[in-house]
């Protein structure tokens, strides 16, 4: 169970090109869902909270107009990456914690996307 | 600023042995801890987790070991196996809010047959 599904896994894009990134919870419902980023060899960095039917919170640093996070639905928010540049490329990771578990009831990750924007 | 620091990159252990996998933490707000589990290409696995007002979790060949007045933890996997190797985070959070995890930088375990 708990299972959480990143699609797609990987892209390439062109400078300039918008990209849409898909996280479901497949067999549970998730209030709330973190997109996190991870650069090669580093750690992964929390880049916003998802919560359905409001707007995200994104962390310090983290462009919300170029980040556009929207959380439709209890099983599904999307990470749309707008205007990506070379920069942006990176390893995209979303997770969710299975709603009404609480706080210390783990994270349930993706498979993750692999951005290339040439 | 790093609030969760893995300071070992890497480890290789023999088969059978134990792995010992270190993670300093600087926030005090911290109170709950967890490791997770990745592979190339793809997302963490959660693998074992401790509060705050314990100092130990034991779950088959995987042991956290917490150690608040260091705000140190270790993780122990005793025998190891081959099929361990992988990149081990360790992650922090607090109660409040929705408990953002803070993770670690992550230690590369390769396991020798």
């Known amino acids: 169970g708990a299972v959480v599904s990143q699609h797609p896994s990987r892209v390439i894009c062109k400078s300039g090109t918008s990209v849409k990134i898909e996280c479901r919870s497949l067999?549970?419902?998730?209030?709330?869902m973190f997109w996190y980023r991870q650069f090669p060899k580093q750690s992964l960095m929390l880049m916003a909270t998802?919560?359905?039917?409001?707007?995200?919170?994104?962390e310090q640093g983290v462009e919300k107009d170029k980040f556009l996070i929207n959380h439709a639905s209890l099983t599904l928010s999307t990470l749309t990456v707008t205007s990506a540049h070379p920069e942006d490329s990176s390893f995209y990771i979303c997770?969710?914690?299975?709603?009404?578990?609480?706080?210390?009831?783990?994270?349930?990750f993706g498979n993750g996307t692999r951005l290339t924007v040439t | 600023d790093q609030q969760v620091k893995q300071n070992s990159p890497s480890l290789s252990v023999q088969e059978g042995r134990i792995s010992i996998l270190n993670c300093d933490y600087t926030?005090?707000?911290?109170?709950?801890f967890l490791w997770y589990k990745k592979y190339p290409a793809e997302g963490p696995t959660f693998l074992i987790s401790?509060?705050?007002?314990?100092d130990k979790n034991e779950d088959g060949r995987f042991t956290v070991f917490l150690n608040k007045s260091a705000k140190h933890l270790s993780l122990h996997i005793v025998p190891s196996q081959p099929g361990d190797s992988a990149v081990y985070f360790c992650?922090?959070?607090?109660?409040?809010?929705?408990?953002?995890?803070?993770f670690g930088t992550g230690t590369k375990l390769q396991v020798i047959p």
């Open positions: 067999d549970f419902q998730a209030t709330t």
């Open positions: 998802s919560n359905e039917g409001s707007k995200a919170t994104y």
């Open positions: 997770s969710a914690r299975v709603s009404g578990t609480g706080g210390n009831s783990p994270l349930h």
């Open positions: 926030n005090s707000m911290f109170d709950y």
């Open positions: 401790i509060s705050s007002i314990k």
């Open positions: 992650a922090a959070h607090d109660s409040g809010g929705y408990q953002k995890v803070t």
